[in-house]
């Protein structure tokens, strides 16, 4: 059996908070010089992701950029070393940055959609260079999500299964109760999702009358595209849950709220900072280049 490719999607557009900061809002700290966007990136890593995807409009992806650069480490295989040659055995995860569309915006930009548009990115985008390279499955790490990330490592397995979908879950909720906690999915739920997203939303006008061969009728202003408002349930609505593997979470805290971020700061719960070459920036070095 061939090997399974796993793309890590991280959303960013269409994030909502309380926070009310200048600052972007996957920039809070969750533990000290550990942002909540280097936590996904990790968490991705952990979970044997082959790529990873972020979703950010184009104004704050150089932003994110600075922070976590081009590509990380696989933790699992970094201090792997065979004959003392330790570099030579570490796996690089490329890191991708993906805007939202630009018909969607506006229309169908809530903050699922991100997801939705993530996973198209990345299979088109890896479709154009080799069929050999397009994702299998995803897994979708929401950086606000905050819980103990160490316990990905002992369900890769589980989460890069072909046969079976993952949820993280906490008290009885998954995403599909919208509590923005990690899941995967497969390119048949990713169809079936942005099926059932496009024929729910609402458009600019009203559906034709009998005998009508065209809408004539616009919708008011607030009730038009109402899939920029929809939340996680609603997107995820059609995925597959049958044969999923649940795992249920000790503590998990939505951060997204300031009163669970106080709760999460003043709480024995914390996540412990992954050694700093794991979560540093890596960028590529420019070619020199003479005409």
């Known amino acids: 059996m061939s090997k399974l490719h796993l793309a890590g999607i991280i959303p960013i557009s269409g994030l909502q908070t309380d926070h009310n900061l200048r600052t972007p809002d996957v920039m809070i700290p969750v533990e000290p010089g550990f942002t909540a966007v280097q936590k996904s990136i990790h968490e991705c890593a952990l979970a044997g992701c082959n790529t990873i995807w972020i979703i950010a409009k184009e104004d704050l992806a150089p932003i994110v950029r600075k922070v976590v650069g081009e590509w990380t480490y696989d933790p699992v295989y970094y201090g792997r070393s065979k004959f003392g040659q330790g570099s030579e055995h570490r796996r690089e995860i490329p890191i991708y940055y993906a805007p939202i569309h630009t018909k969607d915006i506006g229309r169908r930009d809530s903050y699922g959609w991100s997801v939705l548009n993530g996973i198209y990115t990345s299979w088109r985008t890896a479709k154009h260079i080799s069929k050999w390279i397009v994702p299998d499955k995803y897994f979708i790490s929401f950086p606000l999500g905050v819980y103990d990330i160490y316990q990905i ?38 169809i079936n999702c942005r099926r059932d997203v496009n024929s729910k939303t609402t458009k600019e006008y009203y559906n034709t009358k009998e005998g009508e061969q065209y809408p004539s009728r616009k919708l008011p202003i607030e009730e038009r595209w109402s899939a920029k408002t929809f939340n996680l349930s609603e997107v995820f609505e059609k995925m597959s849950t049958k044969k999923s593997n649940i795992v249920d979470l000790g503590w998990w805290y939505d951060v997204s709220k300031w009163d669970e971020y106080r709760n999460y700061m003043g709480s024995e719960n914390f996540i412990k900072k992954p050694y700093e070459p794991l979560t540093k920036p890596h960028t590529h070095g420019i070619i020199p280049y003479k005409a």
């Open 153 to 190: 490592r002992e369900h890769r397995r589980l989460i890069s299964s072909r046969e079976e979908n993952f949820f993280f879950r906490h008290n009885g909720k998954t995403v599909l109760d919208d509590c923005p906690l990690p899941f995967t999915m497969t390119n048949e739920d990713y």
